[in-house]
């Protein structure tokens, strides 16, 4: 299988779909009902739009990608919240960490790391997807909801709006704090340390936001590449790609591998392609064509 295909960009204008009560109801439905409250928990219909088309996001990929049945996904959220796909090794896993946990004679962080690597680094051998760390990222504001997926490195996404006030002269300051704030938090999201992280500490450096690279408390991360792009609308989308090793703890846990050797260039260097255009029934048709009929 190869690499690239676990390399997507999708996105969605939700400013085009207006459905009615019964409608969004159905599409509802075909999420996993875990997933229903997380949904109907905002007050207002636009949140509900964004929050919805989200989860048909993350299981329609995982579902085209993986070629898993949608019955057999299951997709959990770290104490941070970044979304992840679980693994029969990871559920493996959990009884293996209380018992950690329950020695009060071992430090748990330290017993905690060294067994766990021996353990991943046993179950990578036997991965089937071909995509050692598949892992995906979703972020949504404004009129848009995207998704962006990576076979082995860590990805964050993260799309904001900017706008100026009618008359307001500063709108290279708005654009430029704004695509700043889109790229910390697409490095913090890929990471898997959300907004707890202190974004204080990460810098950014580019030329007219080509060539981007981040420093992290002074210090260059070489093994990191950017994008940021211009949507319509006054959206930006920044997209991050970096190595395994960066991430925190409680989603380290979640991936598959963490050492590589030159294959980690490989995959760094993959192209990034464009983001791909979809809409609400697009999705939904990934559930079968009876499925889409109904809804």
């Not at 996993?32 to 207002?44: D, G, L, N, Q, Y």
């Not at 996404?157 to 938090?185: G, M, Q, R």
């Not at 990191?224 to 609308?233: A, P």
Request: net charge negative; proline share 5%; glycine share 4%.
């Amino acid at each position: 299988m190869e690499l690239e295909k676990g390399v997507q960009r999708w996105i969605v204008d939700i400013s085009i779909w207006n459905p009615s009560p019964h409608h969004f109801n159905l599409v509802i439905s075909l999420l996993p009902h875990h997933e229903h409250t997380s949904i109907t928990r905002f007050v207002k219909f636009e949140d509900r739009k964004r929050a919805l088309v989200s989860r048909l996001l993350q299981y329609a990929l995982v579902h085209q990608v993986l070629g898993i049945p949608f019955d057999d996904i299951t997709i959990k959220r770290t104490p941070e919240g970044k979304p992840f796909l679980v693994h029969t090794y990871i559920l493996n896993l959990v009884p293996f960490l209380h018992c950690i946990y329950a020695s009060s004679f071992v430090e748990f962080g330290t017993l905690a790391s060294t067994l766990m690597t021996s353990y991943l680094n046993e179950v990578c051998h036997n991965n089937e997807s071909g995509f050692p760390n598949f892992n995906f990222n979703v972020s949504h504001h404004g009129d848009y909801v995207a998704i962006a997926s990576e076979p082995v490195c860590l990805v964050g996404v993260d799309i904001v709006t900017h706008s100026v006030p009618v008359n307001e002269p500063a709108d290279e300051f708005v654009h430029s704090f704004s695509s700043y704030w889109c790229l910390k938090e697409a490095f913090v999201k890929a990471i898997g340390s959300g907004v707890g992280h202190k974004l204080d500490d990460v810098e950014f450096h580019h030329t007219s936001w080509e060539n981007i690279s981040v420093k992290v408390c002074g210090k260059e991360l070489k093994d990191w590449r950017f994008w940021l792009l211009n949507l319509s609308n006054n959206h930006s989308v920044a997209i991050a790609r970096g190595h395994p090793r960066s991430a925190i703890s409680s989603y380290m846990i979640t991936l598959n591998q963490i050492d590589f050797k030159e294959e980690y260039k490989t995959c760094l260097n993959l192209p990034n392609p464009s983001f791909s255009f979809l809409t609400v029934d697009d999705l939904v048709r990934s559930w079968g064509d009876d499925v889409s009929e109904k809804t």
